[in-house]
């Protein structure tokens, strides 16, 4: 019951460079996109989202694009830092949050 | 501190076994999330209820159970476990549904090992 696909499962990406996670969903009802970004022993917290009315949202460092008509959206670090190491989850909601399997993220110094 | 209220946070036990995990939403939240988190499998959504009804059912067990209480407070039951059953289990709360896009605020987990 994987309603959102999410890769990929591991990246690791020099310091001032650029990552990039990608997630696809099948229900077309979805109408809430969050990323979530969790560190270890912690529990996941909101990062950013998007509503599916507009294709791309961006909050300092990080970008979210979305395409409706592909049933895709994706995360951009920009300048990803060592701080940002950590696993990220897109998830999908309208009635329920659906999470993908996760991107844990490495970023190099 | 998401104001989300897990316990509790570590839990041995053995296989066969019963324990109830507790949670309390953050204040004003309505809706409270239950779910599992193994290594490698992500966040399996388990169940969500919504003011004291169930709203929407994931991968939850028939060996599991939940409720909300008046409080609003929930508690997740995990019966005959197994070890299979050892995760992270994580609660969440949100004014609202997630339709209407409010956030959902996760707590710090409650780990479960079964041995």
């Known amino acids: 019951q994987q309603q959102v696909k999410q890769s990929p499962q591991s990246l690791i990406v020099q310091k001032g460079g650029i990552s990039i996670i990608n997630c696809a969903y099948e229900n077309t009802a979805f109408d809430y996109f969050p990323w979530y970004q969790q560190f270890p022993g912690k529990g996941p917290a909101l990062l950013i989202a998007?509503?599916?009315?507009?294709s791309e949202k961006k909050e300092g460092r990080f970008t979210i694009s979305f395409n409706k008509s592909a049933k895709q959206f994706s995360l951009h670090i920009m300048d990803s830092q060592p701080g940002d190491s950590a696993t990220y989850f897109c998830?999908?909601?309208?009635?329920?949050?659906?999470f993908g399997a996760g991107t844990r993220l490495t970023v190099k110094p | 501190d998401s104001g989300v209220t897990q316990t509790p946070k570590h839990l041995i036990t053995a296989t066969g076994q019963r324990v109830t995990l507790r949670c309390s939403p953050r204040s004003g939240d309505l809706s409270v999330y239950w779910y599992q988190q193994s290594l490698d499998q992500g966040l399996q959504f388990l169940i969500q209820?919504?003011?004291?009804?169930?709203?929407a059912k994931g991968n939850i067990l028939e060996r599991f159970s939940a409720q909300q209480f008046p409080d609003l407070h929930s508690e997740l039951n995990l019966s005959s476990l197994e070890l299979g059953d050892s995760a992270l289990y994580f609660c969440?709360?949100?004014?609202?549904?997630?339709?209407?896009?409010?956030?959902?605020?996760f707590g710090e987990g409650s780990w479960l090992t079964v041995v």
């Open positions: 969440a709360s949100s004014v609202g549904g997630p339709g209407s896009g409010n956030t959902i605020y």
């Open positions: 209820y919504y003011n004291g009804e169930e709203r």
């Open positions: 998007i509503r599916p009315d507009v």
């Open positions: 998830a999908a909601g309208y009635n329920d949050m659906r």
